[in-house]
């Protein structure tokens, strides 16, 4: 339910407002527009009957969020959200690139592919200490070494940092080391895992799964809201189809009908939806025209020997020169980065 409030509302009306919806046990969200202020109202909406919203001073109307998920809706909250890491924004009019390996494999590399994607302009760095592998063969990281490694590398560079977080059991030491925290393409619907990360106080990136539709999507990112935790990153990584010639199939539509239908931040994963790194730089420039407001890269010093997703990663040198074609291509759409 959202009360929109006239353009002269008071703020003594609003406070009023917000007083009234609390003691009838419903939780207000203030969302102030540049024109006007919305209220966001969740709960059990039927105590609304009995307290009529639409008669007190300042509201213009009450209306009901159709969506099947309220929080993330734009309905809900029409500015866009813009989430700050250590001074670094994303969802604003800046484009965020968030680069670094797949998998964290010593100190010394990563701290050298941290500088290389720093001094590109990359703005945070990811990589994985806990890595979600196909087969219980392949190397699964590091774990709480490879954090520690990433936690220096901060240190050293100044970037904030990403990691995923898999297990529920890893989410005290997750925070303790990482800026925020990602929620895999496969553990989209995994839902106490998001409902604990609903209550951490880390922004979240939230990968779509690879067989999941955007309302699936939305309603996972939903209960991170629900919980509390309003600082959520959507991440259009690819999604599964008939087609087979690249790793998946990314859906440019996610990154225009997410901004329609949310005012989360959408960013875009190149590397996964594609396989391959020489298809990376179309593809990242593809999603920055198409309105992302980041794209998240894997960047190796040695692909080849990489041992997670080398095949995706690109060179140093290889990101440095796509870091250059985005800034034109974002300066094109009345973007920076
Ligand atoms: C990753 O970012 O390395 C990763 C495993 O991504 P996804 O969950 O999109 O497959
Ligand atoms: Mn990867």
Redesign the pocket.
């Known amino acids: 339910m959202i009360i929109v409030l006239k353009p002269e509302a008071t703020e003594a009306q609003i406070k009023h407002i917000v007083t009234k919806v609390k003691s009838i046990g419903l939780k207000p969200m203030i969302s102030r527009g540049a024109e006007r202020t919305i209220i966001g109202v969740i709960g059990e909406e039927d105590l609304l009957r009995v307290q009529p919203l639409e008669v007190f001073p300042g509201v213009e109307k009450v209306m009901p969020v159709l969506a099947p998920y309220k929080l993330v809706s734009r309905e809900f909250k029409p500015a866009d959200t813009i989430i700050e890491v250590n001074g670094v924004k994303i969802g604003g009019k800046k484009v965020a690139v968030l680069a670094g390996p797949?998998?964290i494999e010593n100190f010394e590399l990563l701290l050298s592919i941290a500088r290389s994607v720093k001094k590109a302009g990359a703005s945070v760095l990811?990589g994985?200490a806990f890595?979600?592998r196909t087969s219980p063969y392949s190397f699964q990281g590091l774990g709480e070494e490879g954090l520690k490694f990433l936690a220096e590398a901060k240190k050293r560079t100044g970037l904030p940092v990403i990691t995923?977080l898999m297990d529920l059991r890893d989410l005290e030491l997750i925070e303790r080391h990482a800026d925020i925290i990602?929620i895999?393409?496969?553990?989209m619907q995994n839902f106490d895992l998001l409902k604990e990360v609903g209550r951490s106080k880390k922004p979240v990136l939230l990968?779509?799964g690879?067989a999941a539709t955007i309302k699936e999507w939305l309603l996972s990112a939903e209960y991170i809201l629900q919980n509390g935790n309003f600082n959520v990153i959507l991440?259009e990584?690819?999604i599964r189809t008939f087609e087979t010639e690249a790793r998946y199939t990314l859906d440019i539509n996610a990154v225009p009908l997410i901004k329609s239908l949310s005012h989360l931040p959408i960013v875009v994963?190149p590397?996964?939806s594609s396989g391959r790194w020489g298809l990376v730089p179309a593809i990242a420039k593809a999603a920055v025209a198409a309105g992302a407001d980041g794209i998240?890269v894997?960047v190796h010093a040695k692909p080849e020997e990489a041992l997670?997703?080398g095949p995706q990663s690109m060179l140093p040198e290889k990101f440095a020169k796509l870091m250059v074609e985005l800034r034109k291509v974002a300066r094109a759409v009345g973007r920076e980065i």
Do not use: F, L, V
């Open positions: 797949c998998a990811r994985g890595k979600p995923e990602q895999g393409a496969r553990n990968k779509r690879m991440c990584r690819g994963d590397s996964h998240i894997e997670c997703d």
